[in-house]
């Protein structure tokens, strides 16, 4: 009787008919109707956190309904270490609620002294997260990455979660159909702010501004006074002291342009791994930099190499393994960067090589020799690869838009979770 007393005399809710005891309230969102309590499971007395919806006292539209109702159903898919396990739902007079683990953890809002290697490590656990989500049936965004719905252990080790799912979408369910923009300022892509297609690389955005918060300790409602006319944040005088190699993959995650940014989760994730943060990356071998794992010798079809964009152009008939150290133009550069973007690799024999992750837009495969290829992850849009033969390559979780696989062979090809919208496929090709 007490505890029902106390609750009302604070204006919080009653849930014990439920089976729940409010603590205190954690936050709120008047305008979409929710209100989000700390409680105690009265017959175990674990910890929760219970979501209200107030759909009926707050005079919400349906739309913050169904956005309720959505983010109950794609939590009860999802099994994560990283995102706090949906226990139960029920009714209420004004609405209903939402119930989920508590996590003793503050979210990255509130200010706390990171280390760029923390910050490193806090990437990495959120990509991992991102690649869970994007390897869902259909793939999830997320659409609201920022610090508020991030929560960070420290001890004994760095940990997180990510949380508040309710702009969560599936991937092709109305991503772009609404009238009203949803997501937070400054860290919604441009794409989200247009109401445009969304893809798995428009969550890398939000969590690219979120480290940026962290590197250059600004508060997400500030995270304006970073960012230019053109949606470009400029940061990079605030952290003279971060490797090089680390602020280019960062630049790369908050791209503007969806086609700069990284294709998914999985390959910025990648990419990360190898970067020291402060400092100098370790050069003792390139391959190991790209961490694609080409072999030293790499065997091309006669054919003309260049770079688009170098002021490089190799004419070179191959007959012999080239060794590294030889290889031309092109090789050298997507040894050294993982990238060819726009290369001519036309008839290249690279079979049964190991090239995930790597970035091969608007390359020239065409009559490549790809086949037993690993292309995990691997960044083909729009590449040409008319009569390619990719027989019994991986292409999973590859980024094959508006690519041209005309008379390409794909007997084999494990193509699970490869993005193809747009590709132009071969007249015999079965899905």
Not at 9 to 33: A, D, K, M, T, V
């Amino acid at each position: 009787m007490n505890s029902m007393i106390q609750n009302s005399n604070n204006n919080l809710p009653e849930f014990s008919p439920q089976g729940y005891q409010i603590q205190r309230e954690l936050g709120h969102n008047r305008s979409s109707g929710r209100v989000t309590y700390l409680a105690t499971h009265e017959s175990t007395a674990q910890p929760v956190v219970i979501k209200q919806f107030q759909f009926a006292k707050t005079g919400a539209n349906w739309s913050d309904f169904d956005a309720h109702e959505r983010e109950i159903t794609l939590l009860q898919q999802l099994d994560s270490p990283s995102i706090p396990k949906y226990l139960d739902a029920f009714e209420t007079p004004d609405g209903f609620c939402l119930i989920q683990e508590y996590k003793q953890a503050p979210s990255l809002a509130v200010y706390q002294s990171f280390t760029p290697e923390d910050v490193k490590q806090i990437a990495i656990a959120l990509l991992d997260v991102l690649v869970y989500l994007q390897q869902q049936v259909p793939p999830i965004i997320h659409r609201d990455i920022k610090p508020e719905n991030i929560l960070v252990e420290r001890s004994p080790q760095i940990k997180v979660y990510l949380v508040d799912f309710g702009l969560a979408r599936a991937f092709g369910d109305d991503l772009a159909a609404s009238s009203v923009v949803k997501g937070t300022l400054g860290f919604m892509p441009p794409e989200q702010m247009f109401n445009r297609q969304l893809t798995e690389a428009s969550d890398l955005y939000g969590l690219g501004v979120t480290l940026i918060c962290l590197l250059t300790q600004t508060k997400s409602a500030d995270i304006g006074n970073l960012m230019d006319e053109d949606c470009r944040i400029d940061y990079k005088s605030l952290v003279s002291v971060l490797n090089p190699q680390f602020i280019t993959w960062l630049d790369k995650m908050v791209a503007p342009k969806l086609r700069d940014r990284f294709p998914n989760a999985a390959t910025a994730l990648a990419e990360l791994l190898p970067i020291d943060v402060v400092g100098n990356s370790p050069t003792s071998d390139q391959f190991q930099r790209l961490q694609s794992g080409i072999t030293p010798m790499l065997v091309l079809k006669v054919g003309v190499l260049a770079v688009i964009g170098t002021g490089l152009g190799i004419a070179s008939r191959i007959t012999n393994p080239v060794p590294v150290e030889n290889a031309p133009a092109a090789v050298q550069h997507l040894q050294q960067t993982g990238e060819c973007a726009g290369c001519n690799l036309s008839g290249a024999d690279l079979r049964g090589q190991n090239l995930t992750t790597v970035d091969l837009r608007e390359a020239n495969l065409s009559e490549a020799n790809l086949q037993g290829a690993d292309l995990q992850s691997a960044n083909l849009e729009n590449a040409n690869l008319q009569g390619a033969n990719l027989i019994d390559a991986d292409l999973r979780g590859a980024y094959l838009r508006n690519a041209d696989l005309t008379a390409a062979k794909l007997t084999g090809a494990n193509l699970d979770s490869t993005d193809l919208r747009g590709a132009i496929m071969p007249d015999n090709f079965r899905r």
